[in-house]
């Protein structure tokens, strides 16, 4: 489900308590007891644990959830991994599912990972070892790779010329989207997984 980012309520107690400290200081010209500071250190902390106000609104992309979701930069569509029913793009405005996109087309595909290019022209999806080039104005797949190793992340790169990979062998690859091949090879003491940037 996509909701808006919800907006925290103030605490009216956090406010008491911290106005009590305050007194306690100026009024008294010293400081509370341990028990009060206690107090008032878990006041705050709690206080961040606050109510939410419900959201603006809401659609559902997915049934059961989703493994990978990617929002374009202007925010007007949608890449859907769900657990269920493989790939999608989606117009965010019209909340419409406007093309489905799996890597095989006889069953749904579990998708790790999907992302835009910066201009939003292109998308990519990828799943354990394949990843797709999509354009997301036709809703075709223009690509379709076969990765050197088990695909973890996935960004995709300027313009789409490549995507940089974290994979499960230890390396991050820049891999060349056009063309096929391996850009450059970077390897790491571990698996490489989110967080990736291009």
């Not at 705050?44 to 644990?49: F, M």
């Not at 202007?74 to 599912?97: F, M, P, T």
């Not at 690509?143 to 390396?171: C, Y």
Request: aromatic residues 10%; contains cysteine.
């Amino acid at each position: 489900m996509i909701t808006n980012t919800p907006i925290l309520r103030s605490k009216p107690a956090l406010f008491l308590v911290i106005a009590k400290f305050i007194g306690c200081i100026i009024n008294k010209r010293e400081y509370p007891s341990n028990k009060f500071i206690g107090l008032m250190l878990s006041t705050i902390t709690l206080a961040g644990c606050g109510y939410y106000d419900a959201p603006v609104k809401s659609y559902q992309v997915a049934s059961k959830g989703v493994y990978s979701a990617a929002i374009s930069n202007s925010g007007d569509k949608v890449i859907i991994a769900s657990i269920h029913h493989g790939g999608s793009l989606w117009n965010h405005h019209e909340q419409a599912r406007l093309f489905n996109w799996n890597h095989n087309n006889q069953e749904p595909s579990t998708l790790t990972s999907t992302d835009f290019s910066y201009d939003e022209q292109w998308a990519l999806t990828s799943e354990s070892h394949t990843m797709v080039l999509w354009n997301p104005q036709t809703g075709e797949s223009e690509r379709f790779w076969t990765a050197p190793g088990e695909i973890l992340d996935a960004k995709l790169g300027p313009q789409a010329n490549t995507a940089l990979l974290g994979l499960s062998n230890h390396s991050a690859v820049l891999f060349k989207m056009r063309i096929g091949g391996i850009l450059r090879n970077f390897q790491h003491n571990g698996r490489v997984r989110k967080e990736l940037k291009h």
